[in-house]
């Protein structure tokens, strides 16, 4: 079993309370990132676009938040027994959350995944001590991993199976924390965002930020992102190969409504490369290829709504994963890039937001402010 998370707070006796002191305790581990403020040249005009740095999260990536609620929520719900096999299928990031965190929690956790995720994403999840199986293209590739995950669940007794692509709890953990902390690292600098932009890999980033930034403003436009050299939002299905580890993963998941979101944006593959190795060399922002593909999008959605409007995005992960992959190597540049038009002039870090910490016993949503009151500061402060 993993060592003791380290608590503040006294503990209490039983085994019970202890698991969820444990639970309750790495929440201090994952959420509350910071904001970058990055100004740019775009097309010759100055911009600025907002980042969420959610390589700041505890196993890097931002997908320790919806991780960590899901199995939050399903101990509350006792469908997630202490000890019980955490099974899911994944292609990278969430193995890996789910990797650290269960084996924090002490349970066993099985990971299974395309065959062609980067090896560091592969070696990283093993590190955690999970059982890793990898799914050939001739197995299915990520519909045929999801696919042995189940069968290999129902053979488990007791096992958990968290199903971040239809599980509404995925939705809700970045509505209580990821969207109520834009919103609050923006309101004293005066701003509320116009616009969410955000790569669809399970969507819960992009449906669950736009629950929250709606409910104060209806008018804010949420544009998804997809890889332009398989655009599976658009299309229905997969379309081709793309290099955007983590978006776009074969078909569109349950827990997306397109209907409710504005027209995708395509991103080329490359162009996200170029964009990200551009923000890792030029301004020391170490990202993976989705935040070059999110950036490069919270421009183009800036381009469609004026050069003022308040763009927020994720940086979903950083470079550390990619160190096998076309991330470090020259990326052939194409006259139709739009990381081409870009001259990154550097940035500015907003505070975390400390009274929305993940943490709070009472949900952020519960708490949340209106629009017309954003500049009196989170409630509690
Ligand atoms: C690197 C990276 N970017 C973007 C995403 C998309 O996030 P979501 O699943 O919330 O749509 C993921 C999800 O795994 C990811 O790993």
Redesign the pocket.
Known sequence: MASTVPTGAPRREGPDSLYSERLRSLSLLVGNTPLLAIDVVFGGESRTVYAKLESMNMTG???DR?ALHILQSAAREGVLQPGGLIVEAT????GISFAALGRALGHPVAIFMPAWMSAERINLIRSFGADVRLVSHEEGGFLGSIRLAESHAALTPGAFLPHQFSNAANVQAHAQSTGPEIWWQLAPLGLAPDAFV?????????MGVGRYLRENDRSIALFPVEPANSPTLSTGHKVGRHRI???SDEFIPSIVDLSWLDAPIAIDDGDAIVMAQQLARQLGIAV?I?SGANFLAALVAQERLGRDAVVATVF??SNKKYLSTDLMRDEPERPDFVSRQVQLQGFRVVARVCDLCAHAEQPVNSRRASRSSASEGPPGR
């Open positions: 990536s931002v997908k919806m292609s990278g990031n969430t955000a790569g669809v890999g399970t969507g819960g980033t992009i580890q983590g978006i993976g989705s979903p992960d």
